[in-house]
């Protein structure tokens, strides 16, 4: 009977940790448009995240393109219960910032009521009214 208790524990502490991950990995997008001087929407910058796991931390390229952006940065991520923090590695490209130090927080993806809640780090949206945590990166199909 121990035994079986046992095996039933560690298939659900399995089970859980493997639902966690994939729901953490795949293509994640975020895009902040405004009007430009004519007053139309036409500046706009897309955030990705693409995110696969690599053993017991989690492989992510960060890209922002758009309207005088252009970045990609290479994280990490650590997972913890319901949230992933994405910490700097290095910069591939990056063509208007500053120096960064590696396992600087970019940012925390976490879950909230079955929503994925954004707290920006040092990598920050453009338009103000973004800057507070929200609901902004949507998981890719």
């Known amino acids: 009977m121990k035994q079986l208790v046992f095996f039933l524990t560690f298939t659900l502490i399995v089970a859980a940790a493997w639902c966690t991950e994939k729901e953490w990995n795949g293509k994640w997008e975020f895009t902040e448009?405004?009007?430009?001087?004519?007053?139309?929407?036409?500046?706009?910058?897309?955030?990705?995240?693409?995110?696969?796991?690599?053993?017991?931390?989690?492989?992510?390229?960060?890209?922002?393109?758009?309207?005088?952006?252009?970045?990609?940065?290479?994280?990490?991520?650590?997972?913890?219960?319901?949230?992933?923090?994405?910490?700097?590695?290095?910069?591939?490209?990056?063509?208007?910032?500053?120096?960064?130090e590696v396992g600087e927080r970019l940012l925390t993806l976490r879950k909230v009521k079955g929503k994925?809640?954004?707290?920006?780090?040092?990598?920050?949206?453009?338009?103000?009214?973004n800057l507070k945590p929200g609901i902004y990166f949507a998981k890719q199909k």
């Not at 994925?116 to 009214?129: A, R």
């Open 116 to 129: 994925i809640v954004t707290e920006w780090g040092t990598l920050i949206p453009t338009l103000e009214e």
């Open 33 to 100: 448009c405004w009007p430009d001087t004519s007053g139309e929407v036409h500046d706009c910058i897309t955030y990705t995240l693409d995110i696969q796991s690599a053993g017991t931390e989690y492989k992510i390229d960060v890209n922002a393109v758009g309207f005088q952006t252009m970045k990609h940065i290479e994280a990490v991520g650590h997972a913890k219960k319901d949230e992933l923090e994405v910490a700097f590695v290095k910069t591939v490209e990056d063509l208007y910032s500053g120096k960064r």
